[in-house]
Structure formats: C-alpha cells, structure tokens
Nanobody, 124 residues
Framework: VQLQASGGGSVQAGGSLRLLCVASGRTFAIYGMAWFRQAPGKEREFVAA????????RYEDSVKGRFSISRDSAQNTAYLQMNSLKPEDAAVYYC??????????????????WGKGTQVTVSS
C-alpha cells in the first residue's frame, strides 16, 4: 500500500486548501483514513479522521467547523478540505491508513501506512 498526499501550498490567512490522499491497492474501502500534521519543533498531531464507510468522522478541536474530511472509495482517495486557514495551521500534513478507529486517543488507532506529507504554509 502506498499513500500519496498532495494539495498543499501557500495561502494567506482566511484562505482555503484541499488536500488529497490517494491510496494504491484494493483495500482502501475497508480502512479508516486520517490526517495528521507536524509543525517545525512540534510533535505530530491528529487533525481529522473518517471511518471506512464515511459515516463517522472526528476532528481535533482547533479545526472543528473549519476543516472537513471526506472520502471517495471509488477513487481510493481521502480529502481534507481546509477553510479559514490560520497561521497556526501551517505544517506538513500526512495522511494515514487507520487500523482501528474508535473513541480513544488517535495515537493508538494503529496507523499502518503513511503518506510522505504535503506542506501547508499560511501567511498572516
């Protein structure tokens, strides 16, 4: 399985970006997908996740109401729509395949494959 993240770029505060994560293989539909991000000098943090069927989503508190995660299993693609971007959203964004999405800490969901990341820069 390979995950290819794209869609990052440089925007001004208040702008929007849509990230894509395209997965290889035939198992995309049976796994949840998640986005994480890592800013310089900081630990990687959870951003959003979507269940395998798309009916369940979770967001980190600071992005609720601004970011939206979705998926198209026919296209083997997960999306992260990011609106009202803030300078503190700047980071490298990574997509990951989720082994077991639940109500607990996303760090323990068993992400087994990661994309290489796409850079998001937000200027004030």
């Amino acid at each position: 399985v390979q995950l290819q993240a794209s869609g990052g770029g440089s925007v001004q505060a208040g702008g929007s970006l849509r990230l894509l994560c395209v997965a290889s293989g035939r198992t995309f539909a049976i796994y949840g997908m998640a986005w994480f991000r890592q800013a310089p000098g900081k630990e990687r943090e959870f951003v959003a996740a979507i269940s395998r069927g798309g009916g369940n989503t979770r967001y980190e508190d600071s992005v609720k109401g601004r970011f939206s995660i979705s998926r198209d299993s026919a296209q083997n693609t997960a999306y992260l729509q990011m609106n009202s971007l803030k300078p503190e959203d700047a980071a490298v964004y990574y997509c990951a395949r989720v082994g077991y999405m639940n109500e607990g800490n996303p760090r323990f969901w068993g992400m087994d494959y990661w994309g290489k990341g796409t850079q998001v820069t937000v200027s004030s």
